[in-house]
């Protein structure tokens, strides 16, 4: 058979597929919303502020629905594929701090806002687009918000994380699990393990308010709590050498010297760790410090607000607080 000929086969194998599409999805078009993804400078974490850039675009959708059962939770988790007549381009195009996200109907009636991940298998003989990801879990709903007038105005964590985010003088700081797409070293990634956070003092203290802070919400009255607790804090570092590891530790303790914002409970040392490439037959200047320290969560909370004051010039010309 001539090259010809497989062309002509092609074309008619993609009109019959194009035509079977249309039957299936009733001339369905999906618009997707444009989010920019923020960064409170607060303690680091992700929302995903919606835009007013749109796409619309027809195609199929398949959706499945898996129902999953845990100790803090049961949703039904909707896997769904989009199945499009042509490339949607604006997906490659994105930059990292940018996502389109597609609010569609699902099984019972309710709206699921769904955001893709990965693209194909693709044919080309076939020329359709296939489109796979999750909607958005109920518990991580809070972090897709309509306007940056939603974002959080205080702390999120109560751990000691702020403290060690906002020491940035030999390299950018992240939030485990929140690390920028793609960042080059140097950084570091901040891990606290959840587990190993705990009280040192029996019970918090309290600074008492005559008035409520949040009206119509029950409780007591206060403006601000103390309570001296104790974090297990991994640092991950990228790029750093013998000497800047070093130099970075020795920061680090200075800091906790000067301040007395944070304690040093162990003893601490960087070590060096393997992460490996085939490809490259290489390993990364990757070393990890690990240690227990002791802080005021009271003392985080500071350090959170004069990291909002800093970022104050960013807020008015951007909108938004970006990291």
Not at 57 to 82: A, M, P, Y
Not at 102 to 107: F, L, Q, R, T, V
Not at 145 to 173: E, F, G, K, R
Not at 237 to 256: I, K, M, R
Request: proline residues 7%; contains cysteine; aromatic residues 10%.
């Amino acid at each position: 058979m001539s090259i010809a000929n497989e062309a002509v086969d092609h074309t008619g194998l993609q009109t019959a597929l194009k035509t079977g599409i249309e039957n299936l999805s009733r001339d369905q078009a999906i618009t997707f919303t444009k989010y920019t993804r923020t960064v409170l400078p607060l303690d680091g974490y992700v929302f995903w502020v919606a835009g007013t850039d749109t796409i619309t675009t027809k195609g199929s959708l398949h959706v499945g629905v898996e129902r999953h059962q845990d100790q803090d939770q049961t949703i039904g988790v909707n896997s769904v594929i989009f199945t499009a007549e042509s490339q949607v381009t604006e997906f490659n195009d994105i930059q990292p701090g940018t996502m389109w996200i597609a609010s569609i109907p699902a099984p019972g009636g309710q709206a699921i806002e769904v955001a893709f991940s990965r693209r194909g298998p693709f044919y080309q003989a076939a020329n359709l687009f296939h489109y796979a990801g999750f909607a958005v879990y109920p518990p991580l709903k809070s972090q897709i918000v309509a306007s940056a007038a939603d974002l959080p105005t205080d702390p999120i964590v109560n751990n000691s994380l702020p403290v060690w985010l906002a020491l940035t003088q030999y390299a950018p700081v992240f939030p485990s699990f929140l690390v920028d797409e793609n960042i080059v070293p140097p950084y570091v990634s901040v891990h606290i393990e959840p587990d190993l956070t705990k009280p040192i003092q029996s019970f918090m203290k309290y600074n008492w308010s005559t008035t409520d802070p949040e009206p119509g919400k029950p409780g007591f009255y206060y403006e601000s709590t103390d309570q001296l607790a104790q974090d297990h804090v991994v640092l991950t570092l990228y790029g750093f050498t013998n000497q800047t590891s070093l130099q970075y530790l020795s920061y680090l303790l200075q800091y906790s010297l000067s301040s007395d914002a944070v304690g040093f409970m162990t003893p601490v040392v960087p070590k060096d760790d393997k992460r490996t490439q085939t490809e490259i037959a290489a390993i990364a200047m990757k070393k990890t410090i690990e240690f227990d320290c002791s802080y005021y969560q009271s003392t985080t909370a500071v350090i959170a607000e004069r990291m909002i004051e800093s970022a104050t010039m960013a807020i008015q010309t951007s909108g938004v607080i970006n990291g």
